[in-house]
């Protein structure tokens, strides 16, 4: 279950965080 939370917050922002970092 965990896993499904990850993979969710990363198709909400994938390139977002990616970018700021």
């Known amino acids: 279950i965990e896993?499904?939370?990850a993979i969710?917050?990363?198709a909400?922002?994938?390139a977002e965080p990616?970018?700021?970092e």
């Open 12 to 14: 909400v922002k994938p």
């Open 8 to 10: 969710t917050a990363d």
């Open 18 to 20: 990616t970018e700021g």
């Open 3 to 5: 896993e499904v939370e």
